[in-house]
């Protein structure tokens, strides 16, 4: 069974940087493509970045030239590097893996930007 856990997550002012990880277990990591996602309260979760099993990126547009994600393979772990953090991006942060039909979740990890 695929296990994700996060971490990296807390408490930041405005204009600072976190860096997001996260643990993949229980399978083949790279045969995932693997993606963070975010949700804040009262609004639907939305894709942030996400990057294939080949290497292939795409970011929100909301995030594009602010986060940077990758992965390693070698350590089963997804980055997301969270520069120039705005208010705007606080939210629960989550971890994906998504291979043919089979898509898990971690359990998140809390972003807060604020002053």
């Known amino acids: 069974q695929v296990q994700l856990v996060e971490s990296g997550g807390g408490l930041v002012q405005p204009g600072g940087s976190l860096r997001l990880s996260c643990a993949f277990s229980?399978?083949?990591?790279?045969?995932?493509?693997m993606g963070w996602y975010r949700q804040a309260p009262g609004k639907q979760r939305e894709l942030v970045a996400g990057?294939?099993?080949?290497?292939?990126?795409n970011y929100g547009d909301s995030v594009k030239g602010r986060f940077t994600i990758s992965r390693d393979n070698a350590k089963n772990t997804v980055y997301l590097q969270m520069n120039s953090l705005k208010p705007e991006d606080t939210a629960m942060y989550y971890c994906?893996?998504?291979?043919?039909?089979?898509?898990?979740w971690g359990q998140g990890t809390q972003v807060t930007v604020s002053s």
């Open positions: 994906n893996a998504r291979y043919d039909a089979y898509s898990y």
């Open positions: 229980g399978s083949i990591f790279s045969r995932y493509a």
């Open positions: 990057i294939t099993r080949g290497g292939s990126i």
